[in-house]
């Protein structure tokens, strides 16, 4: 039985670490899938982050926290398509300089306002979101198989991990299933015969960065007001860029993309239980080395084992209207 | 508003103008954040001049940290010139730093010049060595640089505190770092330097790898726009196809333009190495990496311009630590926002009153030539 709640538990982190990951990987798929390259969900992250920790911390709501960092990831998206978009600069610069300014933005505004190299105060329960158990967990936590699925598996989360995996089906149906979705997917591999077909392409990609935004807030949220109960500097470690790398390895699918992420996720889990525990023949990993270990799956993944990845055709090329 | 003709436009007016305005806005929104930080703009600025160009220790500083933008920069312009993002200076610094303590302490019974100089080719090859696997992947399954050297970047760190926590640690001493290497191979200081003519100085960690960055810049400039190889790869960024057509090998010049970077930014470790701590202390890359973003885009990618932005970080930097030493509310962090607004608006949003300002100029230019 010891064995069957190791599962459990390594599960359940699973589904907890991937949160933040699927989040920031569908969030990419709206921006790509529009033909705008999107580096800077790394930068977003941190900021929602920070806004959410900061805004709960003022208002004493989590909900409003959230709220003040879906306006601030928006507001960075359409900062995004001001540059690249509507001035036609390089999209990957623009990205860099966004994920550069906000690692530096929000370590300072939180060393100047909180005075603690760079931490914002911890919150208190009301501050932030606790725990959701589903109902009837505590009372089918001895049934045996379903138990231990309801109870320690599913139960238990915090409600961001409940709305990311919501999100997933949600993503699929807009994205492939609404005429919005097929606009959208138009607008990143074709975006000439979109505009002849008389549909703005710049007010497209704008749309497409604004849901971007919001969705990207929810992971930012999810790390400093759920998991973490204060935010501290570059607290999203990369998760960015491995989401990016999840939906690039899942092809700008949600479906793939969402595989990806709880691939990621498991192995970070695995990665935390690995840490001082003597392996068979190989003995004790330093921990240095098992932390890389998602940075090393990241390049191993992009490297495809599974082909080459297709981009939208027009990804990270500015539209520019025929004169 | 009609774009003007480009070969109209005085090279003075897009290589000079456009830049200063992009800077000014920069700054002036930097200065912005400084206030909602709660600190005076303006006494900032003061204290930035102050400390970067008062005092002869401060001046020093400016020219260390130039000489670290200088190599991170080129880094970053070499491989920009063949459209590829390195992000990765950092991680290839922190490996090249390696490169060069490892050649340094185990060749330490040759003349010390020629140690330098195998120092110098051991910061080169691991820096490009570590280029080179983000290179090759990107070369042939297309796996997007930007992530992989980022990931470099991560990896890069784990290896090395691990190296230097578990393997290459000096045993008798706390904290992360190495033994120093002996005292005849450490680089000249400006301190000796100046202490010929008589000048006392207490501490600087300028050292001769300045006269490596001038011939590092000399050497990008001579390589991108002089070789048949700069040639080649700036013709793979301009237009793969049209290369491809050419005859030119985008996989070969991917690859190459990516060492070529990797084993630049590997210099950076010869300035930290040989010329400030004499053994690798963990974490000596210090961001200088991702500044050479910055540096390189206002440079616009050429020597002659990355020289002063490097100069002018060095100035950001030098002076922005005499501003966190006297504003308590200031930390160095801000001056890393200070680099994400000036990539914002030299780099991304370049373009933004750029038509403006060239027929600005262009009409007044026709308005002199018709009278």
Known sequence: MEFLSDIASLINSTLRISTPLVFAAMAGIFAERSGVIDFSLEGKMLMAAFVAAVGSYF?????????????????????????????????????????????????????????????????????????????????????????????????????????????????????????????????????????????????????????????????????????????????????????????IFGKWHPKTALVACLLFGFTDALQIRLQGVELPAIGEIPVQLIQAIPYVLTVVLLAGFVGKAIAPNAIGQPYIKER | MAPVDKSKVPWWVSNLIVPLVNLTLALLVSGLFIFIAGENPYEAVRLIIYGSFGYIEGFAYTLYYTTNFVFTGLAFAVAFHCRLFN?????????????????????????????????????????????????????????????????????????????????????????????????????????????????????????????????????????????????????????????????????????IAMCISGGLAGLLGVNEILGVHHKIVAGFPAGYGFTGIAVALMGRNHPIGIFPAAFLFGILYQGGSEVTFDMPNITRYMFVAVQGVIILFSGALENLFRPQIESFFVNRLNIKASA
């Open chain 1, 59 to 247: 208002l004493g709501n989590p909900w409003l926290g959230l709220l003040l960092a879906i306006i601030a990831c928006v507001s960075l998206s359409m900062l995004h398509g001001f540059a690249s978009v509507t001035y036609k600069g390089d999209q990957v610069v623009s990205c860099v300089a966004i994920n550069i300014l906000i690692i530096g933005l929000t370590t300072a505004l939180a060393a100047a306002w909180f005075g603690q190299a760079g931490l914002t105060p911890t919150l208190t329960e009301d501050q932030r979101f606790l725990e959701v158990n589903l109902p009837f967990a505590e009372s089918l936590k001895d049934v045996p198989i379903i138990g231990t699925i309801y109870s320690d598996i599913l139960s238990g989360h915090y409600i961001f991990v409940y709305l990311a995996y919501l999100s997933v089906p949600l993503v699929f149906w807009v994205v492939f299933k609404t005429s919005f979705g097929l606009r959208l997917r138009a607008v990143g591999e074709n975006p000439s015969a979109v505009d002849t077909a008389g549909i703005n392409v710049f007010a497209m990609r704008y749309k497409a960065l604004a849901i971007n935004g919001v969705l990207i807030a929810f992971a930012g949220a999810h790390l400093s007001t759920a998991v973490n109960a204060n935010f501290f500097r570059e607290m999203s470690a990369g998760r960015g860029y491995l989401a990016l790398a999840a939906m």
């Open chain 2, 87 to 255: 992000i990765g200076g950092e991680g290839q610094a922190y490996i090249g730093g390696l490169g060069v303590f490892l050649v340094a302490i185990n060749f330490s019974f040759l003349p010390v010049p020629i140690v330098w100089l195998l120092s110098i080719a051991g910061a080169v090859v691991f820096g490009a060595a570590w280029a080179f696997i983000p290179a090759y992947l990107q070369a042939t399954r297309g796996s997007h640089v930007v992530i992989t050297t980022i990931m470099f970047n991560f990896i890069a760190a784990s290896l090395m505190v691990f190296l230097l926590v578990d393997v290459i640690r000096d045993t008798s001493q706390m904290g992360p770092h190495t033994v120093a290497l002996p005292k005849e191979q450490w680089f000249p200081s400006f301190k000796d330097f100046a202490s010929l003519f008589g000048i006392k100085i207490r501490y600087s960690p300028l050292n001769i790898s300045f006269l490596l960055a001038i011939a590092a810049s000399v050497f990008v400039w001579f390589l991108v726009w002089k070789t048949r190889w700069g040639y080649e790869m700036r013709a793979v960024g301009h237009n793969t196809q049209a290369a491809i057509y050419a005859g030119i090998s985008p996989y070969k010049n991917i690859i």
